[in-house]
Antibody, heavy 121, light 107 residues
């Protein structure tokens, strides 16, 4: 059974940093791209970032480029979102998701339950 | 960047109704269009990938169509559990944008 479990959310002051983790199980982790998607309060889903299976290719939304980085440790079946210079507008539930490039056109076929990040003084 | 425009933003319908949600891309995305269902406090769920392929386990009342820039999600015979928000998502090129969502409510 595919499972994704986010951790690392919490309250942080504007300008601060936070690292989110997503632990994966139930599939061959290193062969899948992975993604982060967020939902701000009362808003829709926003794609944030993706990373290729080997970690060599990364992509970011314009709204986070230069502030967020994405990485993965395939030996630990875990990938990360390092968030720096956080702003109030980054307040959201952050979901991790498996990206199925091989079989389903890059769709996000499995999702975690989400972790809440609150940026406030 | 590719913009995804979804309509309507909200929709009221009754159990048993047929509803259609549309999504338009600002440039051609071939068939790289996916649809998700999202209920508050839960993980989003993939319904349709590659514009018209139904994800395993999704009821057959959900269907998708379209290619290029115009896409639709159709739900036939609405069930109580279908009242949720729906999002389109292009996976053609980064940044991989979502539509703004459609909230489907009970009439």
């Amino acid at each position: 059974e595919v499972q994704l479990l986010e951790s690392g959310g919490g309250l942080v002051q504007p300008g601060g940093s936070l690292r989110l983790s997503c632990a994966a199980s139930g599939f061959s982790f290193s062969t899948y791209d992975m993604s982060w998607v967020r939902q701000a309060p009362g808003k829709g889903l926003e794609w944030v970032s993706s990373i290729s299976g080997g970690g060599g290719s990364t992509f970011f939304a314009d709204s986070v480029k230069g502030r967020f980085t994405i990485s993965r440790d395939n030996s630990k079946n875990t990938f990360y979102l390092q968030m720096n210079t956080l702003r109030a507008v980054d307040t959201a539930v952050y979901f991790c998701a498996r990206t199925n490039v091989k079989d389903s056109y890059g769709s996000l076929d499995y999702w975690g339950q989400g972790t809440l990040v609150t940026v406030s003084s | 960047d590719i913009q995804m425009t979804q309509s309507p933003s909200s929709l009221s319908a009754s159990v048993g109704d047929r509803v259609t949600i549309t999504c338009r891309a600002s440039q051609s995305i071939s068939s790289y269009l996916n649809w998700y269902q999202h209920k508050p406090g839960t993980a989003p769920k993939l319904l349709i990938y590659a514009a018209s392929s139904v994800q395993s386990g999704v009821p057959s009342r959900f269907s998708g169509s379209g290619s290029g820039t115009a896409f639709t999600l159709t739900i036939t015979s609405l069930q109580p559990e279908d009242f949720a928000s729906y999002y389109c998502h292009q996976s053609y090129s980064a940044p991989y944008t979502f539509g703004q969502g459609t909230k489907l409510e009970i009439k």
